[in-house]
């Protein structure tokens, strides 16, 4: 079992940054790519960013050159930092992990405001 836990979400105007926080507890060493998605009210839950193991990231063309995903291994923890933020961006945002299963954490909102 893997537990998710996210933190970090909140209410900031378009242009402003928010950095979430997924810290990771349980079986973490079965994990193999760790990533953040996001559902927006009355669409489907999309890819956001990944990055795995070996510390190869992946971006939603949508947030290319804005969001930076990283870990921090020591801590058991993985971070979106989101930069340039657009209303577009509101969200509730889910902190998945991958390896013979999938996790999922509780979410965390993130609301811009135009």
């Known amino acids: 079992q893997v537990q998710l836990v996210e933190s970090g979400g909140g209410l900031v105007q378009a242009g402003g940054s928010l950095r979430l926080s997924c810290a990771a507890s349980?079986?973490?060493?079965?994990?193999?790519?760790m990533g953040w998605y996001r559902q927006a009210p009355g669409k489907q839950r999309e890819l956001v960013a990944t990055i795995t193991s070996g510390g190869y990231r992946n971006y939603a063309d949508s947030v290319k050159g804005r969001f930076t995903i990283s870990r921090d291994n020591a801590k058991n923890t993985v971070y979106l930092q989101m930069n340039t933020l657009k209303p577009e961006d509101t969200a509730v945002y889910y902190c998945?992990?991958?390896?013979?299963?999938?996790?999922w954490g509780q979410g965390t909102q993130v609301t811009v405001s135009s």
């Open positions: 998945n992990s991958r390896g013979p299963r999938v996790y």
């Open positions: 349980g079986s973490i060493f079965s994990i193999n790519v």
